[in-house]
């Protein structure tokens, strides 16, 4: 008696279940097919599996294009593994992967030999410099202040230096808790990189995935981390990702670019930078401290490496086909996932860089 | 009749001969699989290791991890002596707070607790082990870490003006991330190890030995110094040993709670590193020269723990040899 009660329980629920289902295609159905004969690049027709690995900064942005690509390719399998710069570019190297996201350039050691890859820059995004300081809801910083302050040698938050940087402001004797990234990460090799750049008088601990850092500062896990070690101080200052940083509630400073103006990290200011930057032939650039009055000056840059020729013409026509996608129809993602869109012309090149896969 | 039984047991015998042969085979290259897989791991890490152990690696503190090809005035040097000092320091912290309390719930398990209680503790003890580390660390950094700042700037004020102690407890970090934060929770997490092995240890005492010990008018102190400590004394030693083990390569627990910063400093309440931390905080990322200073952190690691197994069982055969003569 028991079991028939249940059984007919759960023919009830499948009947439910596959009802929702159905509701749910048919519902979803008609959203997708426009959208998808409207991307006229063919992605819906397209099959088959591509691998990637690497950067962990433009993971966010990277799985939000996959997943929308999936919903119109219904038969293409992309995945992308944020395991780090080093160990993606290395996997490309040994052809594990098809291609890889790094945020630095390719160095000899990296094991990715010359002449096997393709630079094609995708996003960009600024870094933050991030405080905590009560009573203080404005702050601009110079790049040389900001050096001084993150090796220690201006300990309090009423320093010379950092009042002239904000005139007619008054600064608290508060003491700065200076926050970093303990774990090695792209950020700190863009934000040590810039300081290197912008104040190499002022600025001795050079540069890198992560450097050698006063005893008296404070590391935290990822952005995320940073960002808790920040709030958790009164007078806490720190470099973080705009996303964690805008997730956080944390303020921001401007910062003061090569033309002399004060920037906050903006979207508009990282494509101000990206524009201001030189961009080498093989699409590689710098935009940390670019020229331009409105370029947020702490930018960084993300690439996807691809190789110049696949060994099966079909996976090099997925690989030109995905990256395309990003760079076009994964555009409009950007924005609301705290990630700069490529200016116009260096969009035209990135896209123009595709043509040379086979 | 009887002929029929003997072919029986016979052809029984045969294939039994043969399963003693190929289990007597199977034992032998498991115990041999261990020695093979720990030979191997060594020598694919010296391997990787090779271009970073220098001399400077083993007896620098100097810890300069930058990028070779940027531009600055700084060359790369990786010491190692950093990292080793913050994973001894802290390994030494959770033994000195684990052991005293791990024994005492033992003692109190096996020689004090109701039945009915007993159950319930063993239970909540091996809870605690199941708990992942991560969890701890998590716990460590939002709770444990911040709350505990009150009591290492009350140790300070009390502790710090005595000469040479007092430089133990210095001024603490404002995070409170720290060697005593990560001594503390890898303390937590070692107890189960070390309280339930020496929980198995005592329970082998044999019963005759201590009621022997109350015989002769022994209170129940007296009776656990003079009867069951002797007698579960290498057992100890060894759970202790493994609480150690799992205290030095404790990685994500330390990584998130000693705060990362490369400094040696007597001052508990400063930030500091370990090697299985700096492993997991710069591996991903790592490369060249780096890298391979890195897994030869993980050599060093591996050095260590092999070097206190060794250490341990000196120590084991020497307390049972001085027992042995006391009781002859």
Same mark, same amino acid.
């Given at each position: 008696m028991n079991r028939i009660v249940l059984s007919r329980r759960v023919l009830a629920g499948v009947a439910v279940a596959a009802l929702a289902l159905a509701g749910c295609s048919s519902k979803d159905d008609p959203a997708t097919d426009p959208s998808a004969s409207a991307?006229?690049?063919?992605?819906?027709a397209l099959t088959g599996e591509l691998k990637g690995s690497g950067a962990s900064f433009p993971n966010t942005y990277y799985q939000e294009v996959i997943t929308q690509l999936k919903d119109e390719a219904k038969g293409l399998t992309v995945t992308y593994n944020s395991i780090g710069s080093g160990a993606g570019k290395k996997e490309f190297g040994q052809g594990l992967t098809d291609f890889a996201g790094t945020d630095s350039s390719v160095k000899d050691t990296d094991g990715v030999a010359a002449g096997s890859f393709l630079y094609v820059p995708t996003v960009a995004a600024p870094i933050t410099v991030s405080y905590n300081v009560k009573g203080l809801d404005k702050l601009q910083l110079s790049a040389d202040t900001l050096a001084k302050i993150f090796q220690r040698e201006?300990?309090?938050?009423?320093?010379p230096e950092i009042a002239t940087d904000n005139p007619g402001v008054t600064l608290p004797a508060t003491a700065i808790t200076v926050a970093h990234r303990g774990d090695a990460s792209g950020t700190t090799s863009n934000f040590t990189k810039y300081l290197a750049a912008a104040a190499p008088t002022t600025w001795k601990l050079g540069s890198g995935d992560t450097v050698a850092w006063a005893a008296d500062t404070q590391a935290g896990q990822k952005n995320t981390g940073v960002a808790q070690l920040i709030k958790a101080a009164d007078g806490g200052i720190g470099y973080v990702d705009l996303a964690d940083a805008t997730d956080s509630g944390l303020k921001f400073a401007s910062i003061k670019n090569k033309d002399g103006q004060f920037v906050a990290p903006t979207l508009e200011g990282a494509t101000a930078a990206l524009a201001g930057a030189e961009i080498k032939d093989d699409l590689s650039y710098n935009p940390?401290?670019?020229? #331009?009055? $409105?370029?947020?000056?702490i930018t960084a840059p993300t690439y996807i490496l691809v190789k110049p020729?696949?060994?099966d013409p079909k996976k090099a026509a997925l690989v030109k086909a995905f990256v395309k996608y990003v760079l076009t129809? #994964?555009? $409009?993602?950007a924005a609301e996932l705290h990630y700069a869109v490529l200016p116009a012309e260096l969009q035209a090149k990135a896209l123009a860089q595709l043509d040379k896969i086979s | 009749m009887t002929v029929v039984d003997k072919t029986a047991t016979l052809t029984r015998k045969d294939p039994g001969r043969h399963a003693d042969r190929l289990f007597w085979a199977l034992c032998v290259s498991a115990g041999l699989a261990v020695l093979v897989i720990l030979g191997l791991i060594l020598a694919s890490m010296l391997q990787q290791a090779l271009p970073a152990l220098t001399k400077e690696f083993f007896t620098s503190s100097t810890w300069v991890p930058n990028?070779?090809?940027?531009?600055?005035p700084l060359h790369p040097q990786y010491g190692s002596l950093t990292f080793l000092y913050g994973t001894v320091i802290v390994s030494v912290i959770a033994l000195l707070v684990a052991v005293p309390v791990s024994i005492g719930i033992a003692l109190f398990l096996t020689e004090l607790a109701p039945r009915r209680v007993r159950g319930s503790v063993v239970l909540l003890i091996d809870l605690l082990a199941a708990v992942p580390s991560v969890v701890f660390g998590l716990w460590g950094i939002l709770v444990a870490a911040p709350a505990l700042v009150p009591v290492y700037e009350w140790l300070h004020d009390t502790l710090?003006?005595?000469?040479?102690?007092?430089s133990l407890f210095g001024e603490t970090v404002t995070s409170g991330r720290n060697f005593m934060t990560a001594g503390l929770i890898v303390a937590i997490m070692i107890i189960p190890i070390i309280t339930s092995i020496s929980r198995e240890v005592f329970a082998t005492v044999p019963n005759s030995d201590k009621q022997a010990a109350y015989a002769l008018g022994a209170t129940r102190w007296e009776m656990i110094k003079g009867a069951v400590l002797p007698h579960s004394f290498g057992g100890v030693v060894g759970a202790v040993i493994l609480g150690l083990g799992r205290a030095m390569g404790e990685t994500i627990a330390v990584a998130l709670v000693i705060g990362s910063a490369v400094q040696i400093t007597p001052n508990l309440f400063q930030s500091g590193y370990a090697l299985p931390a700096v492993i997991v905080n710069l591996f991903g990322e790592a490369s060249g020269d780096l890298r391979a200073s890195l897994i030869g952190m993980g050599v060093v690691l591996f050095l260590l723990t092999v070097a206190v197994n060794l250490l341990a069982r000196v120590v084991v055969r020497r307390a049972e040899i001085r027992m042995k003569g006391a009781g002859a």
């Open positions: 991307n006229a690049g063919g992605v819906a201006i300990k309090v938050w009423n320093a940390l401290n670019a020229a #331009g009055a $409105a370029a947020y000056p020729k696949y060994d129809d #994964g555009k $409009a993602l | 990028d070779p090809d940027e531009a600055g710090g003006g005595i000469p040479v102690v007092g």
